[in-house]
């Protein structure tokens, strides 16, 4: 059984940080992408970042600059550091984990609400 696991989310200004995590464990092996999916409300699940397994990374134009992705291969753990939060970036975050085999799994979700 696989079991993926955010957290860091909460409340946060306009222009502040926040760091989500993400593990991935249980019997997943052969990880290649991991990455975050965000739904605002009244919007549809997009691509936040993903990075692959040899590093190579992909981010949405509108986080391009403001947030960082990085994983640990070995523990199967991802993180994304968000600066410059911006009111629009208040979603629910999701940790996505796909394999070599094309077998992906999802987390649950953590919130993330950029208000004053």
């Known amino acids: 059984q696989v079991q993926v696991v955010e957290s860091g989310g909460g409340l946060v200004q306009p222009g502040g940080s926040l760091r989500l995590s993400c593990a991935a464990s249980g019997s997943i092996f052969n990880v290649n992408a991991m990455g975050w999916y965000r739904q605002g409300p009244g919007k549809q699940r997009e691509l936040v970042a993903a990075?692959?397994?040899?590093?190579?990374?992909n981010y949405a134009s509108s986080v391009k600059g403001r947030f960082t992705i990085s994983r640990d291969n070995a523990e199967n753990l991802v993180y994304l550091q968000m600066n410059s939060l911006k009111p629009e970036d208040t979603a629910v975050y999701y940790c996505?984990?796909?394999?070599?085999?094309?077998?992906?799994?999802w987390g649950q979700g953590t919130q993330v609400t950029v208000s004053s």
């Open positions: 996505n984990v796909e394999t070599l085999y094309s077998v992906v799994y």
């Open positions: 990075i692959f397994r040899g590093g190579r990374t």
